[in-house]
Structure formats: C-alpha cells, structure tokens
C-alpha cells in the first residue's frame, strides 16, 4: 500500500489500484493519500451497492468494526451481516441468505475479496475496481475537476477502528471443550 499511495500522491493522480497476484483481491488510494481499504473498501463498496439496492443486507467477514456496522445500518440504511472468515464463507452466506429470500448484493472480507450477485459471486477484485471507477467517472460528468473527493465523500462519517491486532494463540485440540486445530487467529477492531 505504500507504493501505490507514494504512486498517487507523487503523480498527483486522481485514483490508486492495486490487485493482489489473481486480481482476486483488491485496494485503493484517493487523491489525497487515504488507503480505500479493509473497513473502509467494505464501507465504500456498500454505498455504492445500496444506492443501487436499498435495504440490501451487506456480508462481510466476522472482524469488520463496529463502526462499519454503525455505517452501513444506520447511515446507508442496509443491514450488516457478519459471518465467519474465509472469503468463501462470506460469499456462500450472501448466496444462502438470497436463497431464503434475504436480499444480498454484496459479500465482502476485510482482507479485500470481495464478490457481488450482479457478477454471479465471482470473487473478482477488478470487477469491484471497475465499480468504483464507474462511479467516479459518473461524478466527473458533473465535475470534471472533483478527482476521487466522490469517493471519499461516500465513506464520510465511517467511524475508524482504533486499534487493529492479531495474535496467535497456541490451542490444545485435544482439550475436551474445543473442537478444530491447533492453532486460531483472533482479531479485534474496536
């Protein structure tokens, strides 16, 4: 993340993106510097997907903020979904949810996987960069001059996690009230 924001920022460019190695996950960087990532990629992903679906419940992985949940509900109106990590997870969960008649268009982990229902679930990190891009090429239409401020503007009001951390703990798979391996990632974003 640092080279795409020294990128934009030295080229003075409106937009950074940056992709994993399988375009599978994917980030960016506004105009100013400011990392469109993690809770806030799932923020700006869940604006643009409920203006086009209001009320749409949102998935995303089990260590998103509570703030992003504050956002999502309160100030986009949809309803968050948390469910257990794993890119997969997320996804087959939206699937399941639109299978018992629970409206979702968007599954998504902090990690930057992200799969939409209009793009058959394909977890597809370009195609949610071309999302973006379309709607800071709609906003510069009207504006010309706006750069990604469109894009920023929509995650506004996201409270930011405080503090991000994971520990490692060592878990003895035998012990009778565990089930699972031996070890467990633990994540926590006040």
Same mark, same amino acid.
């Given at each position: 993340?640092?080279?795409?924001?020294?990128?934009?920022?030295?080229?003075?460019?409106d937009?950074?993106?940056?992709?994993?190695?399988?375009?599978?996950?994917?980030?960016?960087v506004?105009?100013?510097?400011?990392?469109?990532?993690?809770?806030? &990629?799932?923020? *700006?992903?869940? =604006?643009?997907? #409920?203006?086009e679906?209001?009320?749409?419940? $949102?998935? @995303?992985d089990? !260590?998103?903020?509570?703030?992003?949940?504050?956002?999502?509900?309160?100030?986009?109106?949809?309803?968050?979904?948390?469910?257990?990590?794993?890119?997969?997870?997320?996804?087959?969960?939206?699937?399941?949810?639109?299978?018992?008649?629970?409206e979702?268009?968007?599954?998504?982990?902090?990690?930057?996987?992200?799969?939409l229902?209009?793009?058959?679930?394909?977890?597809?990190?370009?195609?949610?960069?071309v999302?973006? &891009?379309?709607? *800071?090429a709609? =906003?510069?239409? #009207?504006?010309?001059?706006?750069g990604?401020? $469109?894009? @920023?503007?929509? !995650?506004?009001?996201?409270?930011?996690?405080?503090?991000?951390?994971?520990?490692?703990?060592?878990?003895?798979?035998?012990?009778?009230?565990?089930?699972?391996?031996?070890?467990?990632?633990?994540?926590?974003?006040?």
């Open positions: 993340m640092e080279a795409i924001t020294q990128a934009v920022l030295n080229n003075k460019a937009l950074g993106i940056i992709f994993d190695t399988d375009v599978d996950r994917s980030a960016a506004d105009s100013s510097g400011r990392e469109l990532n993690r809770n806030r &990629l799932i923020a *700006l992903m869940s =604006a643009i997907v #409920l203006e679906h209001p009320g749409t419940t $949102v998935v @995303t089990s !260590v998103t903020s509570d703030g992003l949940t504050v956002f999502i509900e309160k100030k986009l109106g949809g309803k968050h979904h948390r469910f257990k990590r794993g890119y997969k997870n997320v996804i087959d969960e939206a699937i399941r949810l639109n299978s018992i008649g629970e979702s268009h968007l599954a998504m982990e902090t990690s930057g996987h992200g799969a229902k209009e793009n058959h679930w394909l977890d597809d990190g370009a195609y949610m960069m999302k973006l &891009l379309n709607k *800071l709609g =906003a510069r239409t #009207l504006n010309p001059n706006i990604s401020k $469109v894009l @920023t503007d929509l !995650v506004e009001g996201l409270e930011e996690a405080a503090v991000t951390v994971e520990i490692r703990l060592k878990i003895d798979q035998n012990h009778a009230d565990l089930k699972g391996g031996p070890s467990v990632t633990m994540e926590n974003q006040s």
